[in-house]
């Protein structure tokens, strides 16, 4: 099936209020044109360079999503255009996006990264040291910075139970948040979950925000 049909009929099988991020990591710009021309507009790339090359030569009105591990030294690169953060997992990154974003007088958009799946990473938050990134005495100074919900990957696996429950969890962390002083409710509103194998299970869960990369584009 040609990439344009894959995309639409994803669209078409997700409820409207769920926006469907266009993974187009390592793929040529041919192919994210092939999606804006049938009116996808949010996309999403892991490495820096690609996603600075990408917005260089693509249309302007695309809302790029970064959706990889975020080094500190490389938030300067994107901080001018990016549309969403998702991952951001350690003050030391939050006080970064919030001084390339206070350089380029602008409001960047993040995502706190959970870590909710059983597979051992290096990545994403857990309820202790999240309090501890929201409580620290700098926090409150970060204007340049709007906290706008929660992203998380599940356990790459086929029991749909364990994958549901680590949505539960994520989901979970979000009703927690959006209880906290500190951050905006009125602004917190997205839970960033689900990927090709499980959107459908992430949809029925709660999620906000797909991030569907091979069931659009084939396999990488
Ligand atoms: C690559 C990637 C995706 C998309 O994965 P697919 O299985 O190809 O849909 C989603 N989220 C993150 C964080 C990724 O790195």
Same mark, same amino acid.
């Given at each position: 099936m040609s990439i344009q049909t894959n995309l639409l009929k994803i669209n078409s099988s997700i409820p409207n209020n769920v926006i469907l991020v266009a /993974? !187009? +990591?390592? +793929? #040529? =710009?041919y192919m994210i044109e092939e999606c804006y021309q049938v009116n996808q507009r949010h996309f999403g790339e892991n490495k820096v360079q690609d996603l600075v090359d990408k917005y260089d030569a693509l249309p302007k009105d695309i809302k790029w999503h970064f959706i990889g591990h975020l080094q500190t030294n490389k938030v300067k690169y994107i901080a001018?255009? /990016?549309?969403? @953060?998702h991952a951001v997992d350690s003050m030391k990154l939050l006080k970064e996006i919030n001084k390339q974003a206070l350089k380029n007088n602008r409001v960047i958009n993040v995502l706190l990264q959970f870590h909710i799946a059983k597979e051992d990473s290096k990545f994403g938050l857990n309820k202790t040291s999240c309090d501890e990134l929201l409580n620290s005495e700098i926090f409150p100074s970060l +204007? =340049?910075? !709007?906290? @706008?919900g929660v992203m998380g990957m599940a356990t790459f696996t086929d029991n749909e139970n364990q994958v549901k429950s680590e949505f539960k969890n994520l989901v979970d962390y979000f009703n927690t948040l959006k209880n906290? #002083?500190?951050?905006?409710?009125? !602004?917190f509103s997205e839970i960033s979950m689900g990927m090709s194998g499980d959107y459908k299970l992430a949809i029925e869960e709660g999620s906000t925000m797909v991030r569907v990369g091979s069931s659009i584009f084939g396999s990488r």
């Open positions: /993974v !187009s +990591k390592t +793929k #040529p =710009n001018p255009f /990016v549309h969403l @953060i +204007k =340049n910075i !709007s906290i @706008i906290y #002083p500190l951050i905006p409710a009125e !602004s």
